[in-house]
T-cell receptor, first 116, second 113 residues
Framework: EPEVTQTPSHQVTQMGQEVILRCVPISNHLYFYWYRQILGQKVEFLVSFYNNEISEKSEIFDDQFSVERPDGSNFTLKIRSTKLEDSAMYFC??????????????FGPGTRLTVL | DQQVKQNSPSLSVQEGRISILNCDYTNSMFDYFLWYKKYPAEGPTFLISISSIKDKNEDGRFTVFLNKSAKHLSLHIVPSQPGDSAVYFCAAKDTGTASKLTFGTGTRLQVTL
C-alpha cells in the first residue's frame, strides 16, 4: 500500500541552525501539507502546497519557514533559524484533491525535531 | 483556538465491549470530518470519515455518527480489541474555503483484557 515517508526520523539541532525535513508523498497525490505536534498538544496545521506554490498557511508558518518541491518526488520543510519552541513532531501529509468533500489526507510517520 | 474539542482525554474499555469516542466542534462551516488513530512515534492513520450530508458512516467495526444541529460527532468501535489501544483524533475541514484539517486534542483509548 502506498505511504508517505519522512526523513530523518529524528533530528537534533542547535538553536539558530537551519534544518530541512524531507518527505516523499504518495506518488499520485497532488496536494501536500505539513503539520506539527508539540509534545502534549494537538496536531497543528502549518502549510499546504499545490502546483508549486503555497495554497494556505497558518500563523505559525512565519518567515522562518519555507517549503519546496525540489523534484518530482520530494517535499521539504526548511526552518531557517531554529528556536527552542520549534521542538516538535513534524508530520507531512498528502492528498489527491484539496477541496473535494471526500478528500483524505494521509500522514507520514513524522520527524521528531529537537532544538537544544 | 478550540474549534474542535475532545473533552475526554482518556477512555478505558473492556475487550469485546463498545468504545464511544466523542468530538464537538464550534465552526459551523466545517462540512467534512475524519477520525485518525495514532500510535506512539507514528503518524496519524486515517480511520473513517463523514461528510455533513450524512449522519452515519460505517466501515467494519467503526461507525461515525454526526449530529449537525448539536455540532457533535462520535466514533463507535464494536467490538473493541486490544489493538485498538491508541490515541484517537477527531479532525474537521471546511472544504469550501480551506485545505487544512483542524484537529482535536485526542482521546487515549485503552482496551483491557
Amino acid at each position: 500500500e502506498p505511504e508517505v515517508t519522512q526523513t530523518p526520523s529524528h533530528q537534533v539541532t542547535q538553536m539558530g541552525q537551519e534544518v530541512i525535513l524531507r518527505c516523499v508523498p504518495i506518488s499520485n497525490h497532488l496536494y501536500f501539507y505539513w503539520y506539527r505536534q508539540i509534545l502534549g498538544q494537538k496536531v497543528e496545521f502549518l502549510v499546504s502546497f499545490y502546483n508549486n506554490e503555497i495554497s494556505e498557511k497558518s500563523e505559525i508558518f512565519d518567515d522562518q519557514f519555507s517549503v519546496e518541491r525540489p523534484d518530482g518526488s520530494n517535499f521539504t520543510l526548511k526552518i531557517r533559524s531554529t528556536k527552542l519552541e520549534d521542538s516538535a513532531m513534524y508530520f507531512c501529509a498528502s492528498s489527491e484533491r484539496r477541496r473535494a468533500s471526500t478528500d483524505t489526507q494521509y500522514f507520514g510517520p513524522g520527524t521528531r525535531l529537537t532544538v537544544l | 483556538d478550540q474549534q474542535v474539542k475532545q473533552n475526554s482525554p482518556s477512555l478505558s474499555v473492556q475487550e469485546g465491549r463498545i468504545s464511544i469516542l466523542n468530538c464537538d466542534y464550534t465552526n459551523s462551516m466545517f462540512d467534512y470530518f475524519l477520525w485518525y488513530k495514532k500510535y506512539p512515534a507514528e503518524g496519524p492513520t486515517f480511520l473513517i470519515s463523514i461528510s455533513s450530508i450524512k449522519d452515519k458512516n460505517e466501515d467494519g467495526r467503526f461507525t461515525v455518527f454526526l449530529n449537525k444541529s448539536a455540532k457533535h460527532l462520535s466514533l463507535h468501535i464494536v467490538p473493541s480489541q486490544p489493538g485498538d489501544s491508541a490515541v484517537y483524533f477527531c479532525a474537521a475541514k471546511d472544504t469550501g474555503t480551506a485545505s487544512k484539517l483542524t484537529f482535536g486534542t485526542g482521546t487515549r483509548l485503552q482496551v483491557t483484557l
